[in-house]
């Protein structure tokens, strides 16, 4: 208990592990469990039924499981549930889940969530992002692993953002975006794929050249959505290196809900 800030203000009910930390004026709720290694600066409130991995790291002034901001939400017990070694900067604000979805808000595992980044109810963050300042996400927002979302752009609810996608600043997004594929704009469109990101997570030339394939069959063909698609089964054939990711793409537009950016 002697990491714990005497101005602190910890729930009895609350489940920390030994080694947590708390820092001055800090409010832990009845519901919160929080793992090994976390550390929780100062000024932060985490409430509601609030479960966090190890080794995270939350700055001044964030607020943590908090109602969402939905009317239709009448107090039922849903969820945050947050991973392993995650990132949160200053006034960061991550809503519990609605009835309406799954009743649960996810964030992966090692995302980096810049100061005034928004997780409304219901989202769910895989790992290995990197939010920048101000991106907000609406209800119901999808983003899977190694995404990047730039500053000031935000997500229309129930969209969906495809891993290793890339998000300009001030971007807004009111439609899905596959994975890999770079957009920026309002409104937005697609400006190529992730090239340098790709590089950087260790993407061998021939897979880089498979999925930038892909994307001209998707986007420069000037085959419609359904042709493409059946063009990046022939391809996924064709390109040994990166069949899986074109996998992944495919799969992908067959779940996309709110149509792609294209």
């Known amino acids: 208990m002697s990491k ?3 101005s602190a203000i910890v729930d ?3 489940e920390l592990d030994s080694s947590v930390e708390v820092g001055p004026y800090s409010v832990i709720g009845p519901n919160v469990r929080i793992g090994a290694g976390t550390v929780v600066g100062p000024h932060v409130v985490i409430e509601g039924h609030t479960t966090i991995g190890k080794d995270n790291k939350f700055f001044q002034f964030c607020s943590i499981g908090g109602a969402p901001q939905d009317k239709k939400w009448a107090g039922e017990p849903t969820r945050l549930e947050i991973g392993d070694g995650n ?3 200053e006034f960061v604000t991550m809503n519990l889940g609605t009835t ?3 009743g649960v808000t996810r964030l992966g595992d090692d995302n980096w969530i810049s100061a005034y980044v928004h997780l409304a109810h219901d989202c769910r963050v895989g790992s290995h992002t990197i939010f920048s300042n ?3 996400l609406a209800g119901h927002v999808h983003v899977g692993d ?4 730039s500053g000031y752009c935000g997500v229309h609810q129930f969209c969906k953002i495809g ?3 890339f998000i300009g600043m001030y971007t807004s997004l009111t439609q899905d975006v596959p994975p890999f594929v770079l957009v920026s704009g309002n409104p937005a469109g697609q400006r190529g794929i992730n090239i340098e990101g790709l590089r950087r997570r260790g993407f061998t030339r021939e897979q880089i050249d498979g999925i930038r394939a892909a994307y001209k069959l998707l986007y420069r063909s000037g085959l419609t959505l359904e042709e493409a698609k059946a063009a990046l089964i022939e391809e996924e054939g064709r390109s040994q290196a990166a069949a899986g990711d074109i996998r992944a793409l495919r799969d992908f537009l ?3 809900t709110r149509g792609i950016v294209r």
């Not at 190694?146 to 979302?149: E, P, R, Y």
């Open 4 to 6: 714990i800030h005497p």
């Open 12 to 14: 009895p009910k609350a």
């Open 146 to 149: 190694h995404a990047i979302l």
């Open 87 to 89: 990132t949160i900067r």
């Open 100 to 102: 309406q979805d799954e």
């Open 254 to 256: 067959d779940t996309a």
């Open 163 to 165: 891993a290793h996608a």
């Open 134 to 136: 101000n991106a907000q």
